[in-house]
């Protein structure tokens, strides 16, 4: 089983409709992360949380929102989907104790917006 | 502001020679470089990281070299194999800002049999 499980993996959806992607880890790591990627510019921090009672703004924050349930589980909303929302988004989860801070990666969740 | 960017977006190599991919970044304040692989479908893995007061760090196959006159970065892969087919991605990190890792837009490599 997949240390990072993302769900849905793909998602075909309508303008103005409400999508949620949910992320659960099972590493045991206190710090979360979502990731948009587009071709062409790499992999963007959208938002990320460092423990649960902690959310915090990325680099694209703007139409999303999130939610750090527990410890294991992050989940991302576009609370009104738009078309140049269509993206690939990961998750990824690192361990506070570890200096160099290295990113674990789901498998990703292919969102189309129609 | 912060970026880190490749100078090349695809990189063709023929089986079993060395594969040098570069990256060019502008954070000087940078406390680690770190390069990721993503196969195809997959979400990237790490590879290796080189903390900033280096200039080399060798693992597996694989070399990071640091430059830091020049704010280069690049990632050497010995006796390239079919497996190293993938997208690679350079990133920089800062732990005063919050630890967060900046991706740079990452160079296809493609291997030739």
């Not at chain 1, 992999?43 to 949380?49: D, K, T």
């Not at chain 1, 989860?93 to 292919?110: I, M, N």
């Not at chain 2, 390069?35 to 080399?56: L, T």
């Not at chain 2, 997208?87 to 160079?107: D, M, P, R, W």
């Amino acid at each position: 089983d997949a240390d990072v499980t993302q769900t849905p993996r793909n998602r075909i959806t309508k303008t103005g409709k409400r999508i949620m992607l949910e992320c659960s880890q099972t590493k045991g790591h206190d710090r979360m992360y979502w990731y948009r990627q587009d071709p062409g510019l790499g992999l963007r921090l959208i938002y990320y949380s460092f423990d649960v009672k902690d959310i915090n703004k990325g680099e694209i924050s703007d139409g999303y929102s999130v939610s750090r349930q527990a410890q294991a589980k992050f989940s991302l909303s576009l609370e009104s989907a738009i078309p140049n929302q269509t993206a690939l988004y990961f998750c990824a989860t690192s361990d506070s104790r570890t200096v160099a801070g290295e990113l674990f990666f789901g498998e990703g969740s292919r969102l189309t917006v129609l | 502001g912060e970026s880190v960017g490749l100078h090349l977006p695809t990189l063709s190599v023929q089986e079993g020679d060395n594969s040098i991919i570069n990256c060019a970044y502008s954070n000087s304040a940078s406390d680690y470089f770190i390069w990721y692989k993503q196969e195809s479908g997959k979400g990237p893995q790490f590879i290796i990281d080189i903390r900033s007061n280096m200039d080399k760090r060798q693992g597996q196959r694989v070399t990071v070299l640091l430059n830091k006159t020049v704010k280069h970065l690049s990632l050497q892969i010995a006796a390239t194999q079919p497996g190293d087919s993938a997208v690679y991605f350079c990133a920089e990190k800062l732990i005063s800002s919050a630890s967060k890792i900046i991706f740079g837009s990452g160079t296809r490599l493609s291997i030739r049999p």
